[in-house]
């Protein structure tokens, strides 16, 4: 490949971080479903598919525990479940290890089930390609693809054994996102809104959903609305002046603190690196230390922390 076609792929790669960001930070970009299903990759059976055991109805909230707006109650974080989601290097094991769970509608189950399709589908639609992608990028041999490499590669590790016969797409995704949310996820819920599909349209639902993720002491569901621009303004509120550049900044490094994963090999940097292009040189440096190294210019870091200093406090406390 030419410098040249490199560097235009990189531009273009930097254009894709808005489009990104603007679909709430996670998961790649739309792609293709690829013709027929796929061989089955190595160490499992050809027919076995991780979409087709999901159910797509949720089960029905009792009454006794709705919430006022007729949605179900929140449920109750699953922190080994989450854990696996960020820790494992087979996620077609973990994937697996959900199906019990998402088989009886758990809403947890499902929106870590849509992580997994959201992580995993750049690569399952179409693993040769990727690979070739992969190599293509590294034979070029510039110094600015070497993370991104590396972040592809970890994408290949842990997505090793799903196929294209698993249907991993944008439209699974949602599907399982929405199911989780009608069944009471919080994180599922945020994205929903930071996506602009919200699952309840009254003019207070954004602030409400805002104080119940800040009730529950969810920081992924924090992380979520980063992008989400109907989320009341907290931060003027709050008294704290942060440029509308680094406002989504602001929100998710306060789900950094909050204790959402960030660090250097965790879904949130993959995915900025892999899918947006937007990679750390120092492969040791997590969410916060890239974005206060590379991202921030100095005259606003003060501001910056100060803002992020507000919203944990404010939203960070746990249930």
Do not use: K
């Amino acid at each position: 490949m030419q410098p040249r076609v490199v560097l235009l792929a990189a531009v273009a790669l930097m254009l894709a971080l808005g489009l990104w960001l603007s679909r709430g930070g996670h998961g790649a970009p739309d792609a293709p479903s690829a013709p027929g299903a796929a061989a089955s990759a190595p160490g499992r059976p050809a027919a076995a598919t991780m979409i087709d055991a999901i159910p797509v109805t949720p089960p029905p909230a009792s009454r006794d525990d709705a919430r006022p707006d007729g949605m179900p109650a929140t449920v109750r974080l699953a922190p080994p479940l989450r854990r696996g989601l960020e820790a494992g290097d087979d996620l077609f094991a973990y994937a697996q290890q959900l199906q019990p769970a998402l088989r009886e509608g758990d809403p947890e189950a499902a929106w870590l089930m849509s992580r997994v399709v959201d992580y995993c589908a750049g690569y399952a639609t179409d693993p040769a390609a990727f690979a070739r992608d992969s190599a293509t990028l590294e034979a070029a041999g510039f110094p600015a693809v070497e993370a991104m490499n590396a972040a592809r590669a970890r994408v290949a590790t842990r997505c090793r054994r799903f196929t294209p016969g698993d249907g991993f797409s944008p439209a699974r995704v949602r599907q399982l996102r929405m199911q989780a949310a009608q069944g009471g996820s919080l994180p599922a819920e945020a994205e929903l809104l930071a996506r602009g599909e919200p699952v309840a349209t009254s003019d207070d639902y954004p602030g409400a959903l805002l104080e119940r993720i800040a009730s529950a002491g969810d920081p992924a569901a924090f992380g979520a609305l980063s992008t989400a621009v109907e989320v009341p303004d907290w931060l003027s509120l709050l008294d704290r002046d942060v440029a509308p550049q680094y406002q989504a900044v602001v929100w998710q490094l306060a789900a950094c603190r909050m204790g959402a994963d960030c660090g250097p090999g965790s879904t949130l940097m993959t995915s900025y690196c892999v899918n947006g292009g937007i990679c750390s040189r120092d492969p040791s440096q997590g969410f916060e230390a890239f974005v206060y190294d590379a991202a921030i210019p100095r005259q606003s870091v003060d501001h910056v922390s100060a803002a992020v200093d507000a919203l944990v406090e404010r939203f960070g406390g746990a249930p």
